[in-house]
RNA sequence: GCGGAAUUGGUGAAGUGGUUAACACGGUGGAUUGUGGUUCCAUUAUGCGUGGGUUCGAUUCCCACAUUCCGCC
């Protein structure tokens, strides 16, 4: 079955909203924060340690299974979940974001996009259609319809002409969709420009799809800007389907685009900042590794309840980090991803009691974002 | 006791008679937003064993001493 979208309430004072998608592999509530698994993992994670946390659903990537191990694989093992192991719902990413990240913009064409592979440097070339293919057999709940998703800044023509051909490459995919138990949803971009992001929404709402998410953010623009953006798009996108806020964010981030609508984000902050040794904590964000923690026998974070924090001292993690040891990025990766989820378990209970922004101002109040 | 070699930062080391002593590791900070998984950036020796001498100028040349290593008695 498709995803079943349900609004369940409206908080009073902001545009945030409280609601529940069902799956074929379970039901969530949103707002929600969903981990990165990129490549069929949420790094450092098993699945066991994704469920504890609290995660409602997780990300996976269309360009990197189809590289390795290659989706007809996943495909014979019976699909995605089987696969990993992991059996609550999946979204995958369409591959639009290595667009951006490992094509120049001379490589991207009409009918799609020329990448040198990463693995190996063997020249690939990735089109809606391939797109939608490899996600219809890697079998996640959600896929995402392939867009480009242009860097910061871009001028306006560059934009307008990247706009038209996502809306193309919209419409091609959704052509060639075919697999009945899973969802399809659109994307929209338009940058800054407040009339392209609005017919960018309004086109891609034409061509109908489960969701709609907003694309095209923290590619290096400002935080204003980054706002900007989001409500230029989600004014023209419908009540009754979630919305998917890509690649965001930060903690403050979370706050800022539920207030604005946002049902859903994604991010790799909280798996890669811990591999490099850093944690949110309710004050803002510190570094394990520095020197004023290595007689710190407190846990990172007093108020959390993950199996990190509850087991473990500042001092020691500073110590596996410092040696090197994996089970410091494990443990660091579990306490950032439980610190996101924990934010959005709060924000979804202060949303029903009409509260939201006394909460948004009781963390904004402790939390020291260093940005 | 005799002969030889060596002595540069926390470590391994490069180097030159002339403004700021290479590089690597380590240390200390910082960065990171639909993840190209151990990355990137900054910073880290006012000093080249000690004391003299030569020279306009010595870490670099000379002498003595100290320490370490190797060989011989």
Known sequence: MKIKYNLLHNEKNTKARYGTLETNYGTFETPIF????TQATVKTLDPDEIKEIGAGIILSNTYHLWLRPGEDIVDKA???????NYDGPILTDC????????????????????????????RLFLTPEKSIEVQNKLDS???????????YPVTYDYMKNSVERTLRWAKRGKAVFNNDRQSLFGIVQGGEFEDLRKWSAEETVKLGFDGYSIGGTSVGEDKPTMM??????????????PRYLMGV?????LFEGVERGVDMF????PTRLARHGHAFTKYGKINLRNAKYKEDFTPVDENCDCKCCRNYTKAYIRHLLVADETLGQRLLSIHNLRFLIKIMEDIRVAIKEDRFLELKEEFYSNYKNKN
Do not use: R
């Open 34 to 37: 969903m981990p990165v698994g």
């Open 78 to 84: 019976g699909g995605l979940h089987k696969f990993m």
């Open 95 to 122: 591959g639009g974001f290595q667009v951006f990240s490992l094509a120049k913009p001379k490589d991207i064409s009409e009918e799609g996009v020329e990448f040198k592979s990463h693995i190996n440097g063997e």
């Open 141 to 151: 709940d959600i896929a995402m319809s392939f867009d480009e998703c242009p860097p």
């Open 228 to 241: 900007k953006m989001i409500e230029y798009a989600i004014k023209y996108l419908p009540e009754d389907k």
């Open 249 to 253: 964010g930060e903690p403050t981030d």
């Open 266 to 269: 994604d991010c790799v902050l």
